[in-house]
Each structure stands twice: as C-alpha cells, then as structure tokens.
C-alpha cells in the first residue's frame, strides 16, 4: 500500500520561502496524481493544487496562484510545493495526498501525516 511521508515545514518568516516534500514508498508514486492540502487553526482543509502522475500537468487553486508550485521527480518517489513570499495567512498543517487523477478532496485514496508551516510576521 502506498504511503507518503511529508517534510520540509518549520518555522520562516514573512517573505520567506519553503519547499515541502512528499515522498512516497510502498508503492510507486507513477500511477499517481498528488494533491496538496492544508489545514490552518480552526479551519477547514483547503485544496492547493494538484500535479498529475506524469507531472505535465498542474492545477492551483485561487489560494495558491502566483506563490506555490507544484513539482514532482518521479524517479524519486517525491512530489514538491514551492511556496514564495509566505506570509502569516499561510501558517497551516500541510499534507498531500495521492489518487489516480486530479481530483475533489475527499476522493483521495492516501494520505501523509502532514507537516507544519509555521510563518512569523
């Protein structure tokens, strides 16, 4: 069964940068399109945006437009979230998640712990 491991939070401040990975084992993370979500104190989930299995194609959410990119390097197992000019309002747990194909939230199979993004004004 596939599982996926995030890491790369931690704590930055404002204007900063991070790069978040997701690295899957078990399975070969091809077959999969991966989803990144975040969850901030006191709120709902929110999708990102996705990258397809192949990684030639990417979708972002309104939220994530202009500061966060979605990569990934199959060969090692990993899918990546660049996030630029981070500011407060993106302080959240931070997980991916994988499926078949791009999709709504609750339709994807597999998830990853998360991990903490913590952003200092």
């Known amino acids: 069964q596939l599982q996926l491991a995030e890491s790369g939070g931690g704590l930055v401040q404002s204007g900063g940068s991070l790069r978040l990975s997701c690295e899957g084992s078990?399975?070969?993370?091809?077959?999969?399109?991966i989803g990144w979500f975040r969850q901030a104190p006191g709120k709902e989930r929110e999708q990102v945006g996705c990258i397809s299995s192949s990684g030639d194609k990417t979708n972002y959410e309104d939220i994530a437009k202009g500061r966060f990119t979605i990569s990934r390097d199959n060969a090692a197992d990993t899918a990546y979230l660049q996030i630029n000019n981070l500011k407060p309002e993106d302080t959240a747990v931070y997980y991916c998640?994988?499926?078949?194909?791009?999709?709504?939230?609750?339709?994807?199979?597999?998830w990853g712990q998360g991990t903490q993004v913590t952003v200092s004004s």
């Open positions: 998640a994988a499926h078949g194909r791009c999709t709504i939230m609750k339709e994807y199979s597999f």
């Open positions: 078990g399975f070969s993370l091809d077959y999969y399109a």
